[in-house]
């Protein structure tokens, strides 16, 4: 919650809002249209929720021009409300800041380069020839590698790892238990064992990237596996060494990239989401979540292969079903096939009977 | 092993078993048929195990009467062997608890308030505000955010991260590397870009919960996620922000709750399986493994959507197929129209022919 | 980078490879034929990359005698160069070894036995009993259970959770956020809620396993979960209680095996695989990524299920119809009783007409 709340008029600068019924409220927070009292905003956009809107006791509503008749309160005229309500609520939220300074616990390694005002958790431990930019929070129990570098003004949150040379950009948020820069999963087969290949390559994220929890990005085998400017990758994710992920991609839980897998700019991966290795995803592809992609997709639009769930006796009947889908097509050619002979033989017949 | 071995009075009396062909055998643990020596408590249920059962050299066996006469050592009788079994397991083999005391090298922030005999483990980091109840022991390595609340006579295993402010209930365990109360995964686009929206919602975990190894549960946005009473939770699952599961239910390893949606009471929830966002399911409802859930679910009962693995070329050939399963659905209704067209000329030819 | 650059004798007596045309080159490490200098060896099998073979700069080449007319510099002649490559690229570049020695803020139990160079990190916790063998490295941040075992030459990365009683081979690389011997996820219904099954057994790891960032292998309930020698798992994976896998089997990322599943020696497990409980897997079995299983598979062979992403309109259609497939199927068997009616009617017709 901010300590010095804001006035309508600065909120609305913020998103550029046409700002309709002033009133002095002092917005602090904000909140649904349900649970919002005078101090805090909140936003309209879903014609479902318009009975809340009428009633809500909200100091102020972000909504489009075409709905702001049914607003009670101070309204936010924009054309995108949940942009503007996402912009808005990261200003009056901003993340809770460590305070500057290296905790006394924090083993960091003599010749690290940290930026001014950096803050490092306890039991943190950054290795030798590190660089940590400015205004950047290490947490508690992070594990920096030797040679990592880190952009100015990111979050890693607890117990994240960061392998030795892999580079994580500005701005970024790492979420708790991330491990980036792990070896990539790479061995040769051969007298029945297997022999690891090395796995030289670093992680090279950009700015603006967030990463959540317990999600692994492998280091490539000799090039780098990328992670391009404005990505946001949620928790489970798995990320095979030298993929490629293009800018402002977003990819959801549990979802998988194996190996060389270079994905576009603008791609939405839902959760469960499987893409196997060493093929391409084109600019602006949607993937529904729990989609498996076993070939390269070179169009932009929306994919998708999961089946629903169904009651289990017709699962098992169509499942069966499903191992004979072949054979079905075999049958209905077949029929089509009689069918038209016997089609020309009654004809014949009709013509001789005729 | 329990130091004082109980006499098998003491546990018939504990799952209200009737005792027959009593010994003096001090039973110290609990082992298969096979592998039970005299001092050992076994279980048998399934009558594939039958010649186990009476070769058996345990102490004792829980079965239920009606397999009593095949049991050549002590008895008890109960309806749900199984259940007694686990319920007696529990009682001579509990958990290893650490000595109460806080570890000198946890940092426990000056105003967390602890409750009597709390354990913390080495290099265990305990912000401001957080509240431990007693007799719950904190392992080594855990953070525990800003005014997190931790319930009585819980165990959090090594490498825990519980975010600011998040609740877990008494008699909680929760696994190496959970991390409850990251944030969740919400983004508005506008402009190429993806602006976050701030989480600021709480996880909410009620009492008996237990959550496997490496787990992720998402505060949520505005309201909180929920994890009511009894639920159980198994190894990599990934629970979304404002998501809701009900009381006693199960979800086994791997499995993804997407974002806002509500799982009622007492389901079982396969393992890999993937449920969408923003969805409802009902009380008593069992999804078997890798089970995809596109949509609300109604009604109690057992749901499935997996395919089953087929040998590669029978797969290629009938994924092949599906992708053109419409196709053989229109086929088969032009036949069917055709056929029929075909039978009424074929009456009225031998109509005429007559 | 090595510091005494082997020459390329040495590295064809590695591999056992005929060497032609011989250079002085002081060969350091290895790169892609594209990027490679003088100093760098690399291999080549894809007559895809021949232009790149002709035109690279590398100190020395590892390939076919097929292909040596085709290389403009030493080359090494072998039968297996991806293999061969793995072997001079593991000797090229070793892991960067920490020194010997105990970090001073490790915390290392009194009867804790070290083996001679053992490495631990800063803030790892080894509890009593626990046993590390030679040359072995513990990383920073890591959790040893009472009685655990670690082989000779082994390396755990940061934050690796080893629980009690467990056992760790020789040789192997358990990268960071491991958890190895949480519990099983066992619990025996009744009265509404669920009753914890102690899980009482342990993890058995063989030697020259690694493990991927952020997996989980749970201990087993009596008996003890079992990884063999030389299997190979990736990030993220889950292997339930009980659970064993042969020797050399490699599973890769997002998989998962539920609770007592056996899966042979020498399987390839794709990524994001979902293996039932219970149930056998043939040694030599290959399963494709995103394979579902629900049953044991008894051949050697290679087996698939995922279905292909489809464009979302044509998704929605075959999804629709799935869910009537054995409707199709009765359809089918219906038209094709009607038309051998059909033909016998026409036939009779046809007869009576002549």
Same mark, same amino acid.
């Given at each position: 919650?901010?300590?010095?709340?804001?006035?309508?008029?600065?909120?609305?600068?913020?998103?550029?809002?046409?700002?309709?019924?002033?009133?002095?409220?002092?917005?602090?927070?904000?909140?649904?249209?349900?649970?919002?009292?005078?101090?805090?905003?909140?936003?309209?956009?879903?014609?479902?929720?318009?009975?809340?809107?009428?009633?809500?006791?909200?100091?102020?509503?972000?909504?489009?021009?075409?709905?702001?008749?049914?607003?009670?309160? &101070?309204?936010?005229?924009?054309?995108?409300?949940?942009?503007?309500?996402?912009?808005?609520?990261?200003?009056?939220?901003?993340?809770?800041?460590?305070?500057?300074?290296?905790?006394?616990?924090?083993?960091?390694?003599?010749?690290?380069?940290?930026?001014?005002?950096?803050?490092?958790?306890?039991?943190?431990?950054?290795?030798?020839?590190?660089?940590?930019?400015?205004?950047?929070?290490? /947490?508690?129990?992070?594990?920096?590698?030797?040679?990592?570098?880190?952009?100015?003004? &990111?979050?890693?949150?607890?117990?994240?790892?960061?392998?030795?040379? #892999?580079?994580?950009?500005?701005?970024?948020?790492?979420?708790?238990?991330?491990?980036?820069?792990?070896?990539?999963?790479?061995?040769?087969?051969?007298?029945?064992?297997?022999?690891?290949?090395?796995?030289? *390559?670093?992680?090279?994220?950009?700015?603006?990237?967030?990463?959540?929890?317990?999600? !692994?990005?492998?280091?490539?085998?000799?090039?780098?596996?990328?992670?391009?400017?404005?990505?946001?990758?949620?928790?489970?994710?798995?990320? /095979?060494?030298?993929?490629?992920?293009?800018?402002?991609?977003?990819?959801?839980? #549990?979802?998988?990239?194996?190996?060389?897998?270079?994905? *576009?700019?603008? #791609?939405?991966?839902?959760?469960?989401?499987?893409?196997?290795?060493?093929?391409?995803?084109?600019?602006?592809?949607?993937?529904?979540?729990?989609?498996?992609? !076993?070939? $390269?997709?070179?169009?932009?639009?929306?994919?998708? $292969?999961?089946?629903?769930?169904?009651?289990?006796?017709?699962?098992?009947?169509? !499942?069966?079903?499903?191992?004979?889908?072949?054979?079905?097509?075999?049958?209905?050619?077949?029929?089509?096939?009689?069918?038209?002979?016997?089609?020309?033989?009654?004809?014949?017949?009709?013509?001789?009977?005729?």
């Amino acid at each position: 919650m901010s300590q010095n709340a804001p006035n309508l008029q600065e909120l609305a600068q913020l998103v550029n809002a046409q700002l309709i019924k002033v009133t002095d409220a002092a917005i602090r927070k904000v909140a649904t249209l349900r649970d919002a009292a005078r101090d805090s905003i909140s936003f309209y956009m879903n014609t479902r929720y318009q009975g809340d809107l009428q009633n809500t006791q909200a100091g102020a509503v972000i909504l489009r021009a075409e709905h702001a008749a049914d607003c009670p309160t &101070s309204a936010l005229i924009v054309d995108d409300p949940y942009h503007a309500y996402a912009v808005i609520a990261s200003h009056l939220h901003p993340r809770d800041l460590a305070p500057a300074g290296i905790h006394p616990t924090a083993i960091v390694a003599e010749d690290v380069q940290l930026g001014e005002n950096v803050a490092i958790g306890a039991y943190a431990v950054i290795h030798a020839g590190a660089n940590i930019g400015a205004g950047t929070e290490i /947490g508690s129990g992070c594990f920096i590698g030797k040679k990592a570098v880190i952009g100015a003004n &990111s979050w890693l949150a607890d117990n994240v790892s960061i392998g030795a040379s #892999c580079v994580v950009g500005s701005n970024a948020i790492i979420h708790p238990g991330v491990v980036i820069g792990a070896d990539g999963f790479g061995f040769a087969p051969g007298g029945g064992s297997w022999q690891k290949i090395p796995q030289l *390559g670093r992680v090279c994220i950009g700015d603006d990237v967030e990463i959540g929890a317990n999600s !692994t990005l492998d280091r490539g085998t000799l090039d780098d596996t990328v992670i391009e400017d404005g990505v946001k990758i949620d928790n489970l994710v798995h990320i /095979g060494h030298n993929a490629h992920v293009g800018e402002s991609t977003v990819i959801a839980g #549990c979802a998988v990239v194996a190996g060389s897998t270079i994905i *576009g700019k603008n #791609c939405i991966i839902g959760g469960a989401t499987a893409i196997t290795g060493h093929i391409e995803i084109a600019d602006g592809v949607t993937l529904m979540g729990m989609t498996g992609v !076993t070939g $390269s997709i070179r169009e932009a639009g929306v994919y998708a $292969s999961p089946l629903p769930a169904q009651p289990v006796k017709e699962w098992r009947r169509n !499942t069966v079903r499903y191992t004979q889908l072949d054979e079905v097509f075999r049958r209905v050619k077949s029929l089509e096939r009689e069918l038209e002979n016997l089609k020309e033989s009654e004809a014949l017949a009709l013509h001789q009977a005729s």
